[in-house]
Structure formats: C-alpha cells, structure tokens
C-alpha cells in the first residue's frame, strides 16, 4: 500500500499499536477511521484529532461487525485499506481447565474469527477499488511460542496462515495482503507491558512500520528488526534456542 492518499478503517485503535499507527497514517495524508469498544476513548480521540473519524465496533460480535462495516462504508464509499487490529492476549495455566477455557474461547473469537468476520464484511467493497489493502496483524508469537499464551500464540499462527492463504487467492486482484507482526512492544496487551524493557517502545516501533511501509509499499509482511530473531528462528535453525530465550525472559513465567 501507499503510505499516503488511503482512507483506512482500523478496528482496534482506541489505544496501543493501532491508535498509534492511526495517528501516524492520519499525519501521513491518510482519511483514518479509529474502531474499537470503548466509547470514550473515540469520543477523546474525535475530539482531540479533527478529520479522524470513529466508529464503535466490537470485534468478538458480528452483528457489530455488520453494522460498523455499513457505517463506514456509508461515510466512506472510498475506503480501500482496513487493518485487523483488535486483539486480545490472556495468560492461562492448561493444567486447570476450569481457569483458562473461557478466556481462550475469547482469544479465539477475539483475534481469529474478528478478522475473518472482517475481512468477509469488507472484501466485495475492497475488491471495487482500484487498488486495495488488507492488513492484518500477527505477532513473532506466530513463529515461537511463550509457554504462558498458548491460545494466543495459536490465534496469531492462524493470522498467519490465512493471510498467507488469502494472498493466493487475491493473487490476480487489486486486493493485496500485508501481514504486520510485531514483536513485544509496549502497549496495554498484558498488565505490566507497557513498562517492561523487554518491550519495543511504541513509538519506535510505529516509526519503523511506517519506515518499512514507505520504502517496500508491496511488502508481505512488515518486519521490524527486532522480530527477526522470533519471525526465523525455524530456518536460521536455531529455533529451540529462540525458544529458550523468549520463555527465559517471560515475566509471566507458567
Ligand atoms: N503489543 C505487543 O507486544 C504485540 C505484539 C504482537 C502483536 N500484537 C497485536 O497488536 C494488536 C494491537 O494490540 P496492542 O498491543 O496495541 O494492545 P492494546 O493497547 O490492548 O490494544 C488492543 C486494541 O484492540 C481493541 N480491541 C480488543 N478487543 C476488541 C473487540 N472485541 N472489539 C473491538 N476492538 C477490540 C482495543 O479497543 P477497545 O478495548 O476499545 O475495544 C484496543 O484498541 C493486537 O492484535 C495484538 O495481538 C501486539
């Protein structure tokens, strides 16, 4: 995708990685729509960035998805991106299922089925335009996993999966997918995570997607540096050490 000239509906940017890219885009030259749950957040950010538009949208519920793709599809008839963004990242101990099934039936509906129920509302528009994007976003947890997140480090291989999967099939289209997948980076997923030093801080991080968006606009997926060393641990082969290392440094430490 271009950096500029889009108009962009991020569901999953009331805060964190995807408001910090919202703002970016919108300074970019950018038509920027924010989607998330929380009505106050989209009321603050309407307020405080004139031209960025908002919509509220629960991810985990398809009858909001329907409803939030006909709001802003009616607002914005252009609208040729739209970014995945709304996840959700829980800890859960499989020794007790009684503690952590319900929270993994949330990450699935959460972090998979929001971006397929997405992708299905948005793709017969995006197909009319001229040139269009589908981001969706996975994680370096798609290529390692940390021993404290299994339904999530399974939710964002899905990710990578389907969006392997669905380029093939937009292959012949003006739809392209682009697969963001950020390494830990210092936003609000887990409690502790904004101030952790294992984290990337989110304004690098952004600045390097953008970075990366600007000069490989064709890119599969966006990569910054400090993912590499989750993203290709498989076919450098040093994989079980790069196991070793990231559940080493887990705070979280099931
Ligand atoms: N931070 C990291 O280390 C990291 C690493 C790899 C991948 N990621 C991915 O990056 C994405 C953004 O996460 P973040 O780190 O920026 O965390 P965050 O600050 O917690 O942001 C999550 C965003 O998703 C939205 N969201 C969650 N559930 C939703 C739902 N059911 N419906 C609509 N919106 C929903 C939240 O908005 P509301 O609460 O207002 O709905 C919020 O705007 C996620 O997909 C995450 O898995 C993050």
Redesign the pocket.
Known sequence: MDISGNTVFI??????????LALELHAKGNTVIV????AE??ERIAAEHPGIDTVR?????AA?IASAAEQVLARHPDLNVLV??????RVEDWHRPESFLASAEEVV???VL?PIRLIAAFVEHLRAQPDATIVT?????AFAPLRATPS?NA??AAIHMLSESIRLQFADTNVKVME???????????PG?ESSDF??P?EE?VAEVVELIETRPDAREIQVERVKFLRYGEARGDYDQVVATLNAADPHGK
């Open positions: 569901p999953g940017s009331t805060s964190g990685i995807g408001l910090a989607g998330g749950r929380r957040l989209l949208i629960d991810t985990a519920d909001s995945t963004m709304a996840g959700i990242m509906t959460t972090n929001g976003v996975s994680s370096g947890l999530y939710s964002k963001l997948e950020p390494p830990s980076v210092r936003t609000a997923l887990l995570q984290a990337m989110l991080f």
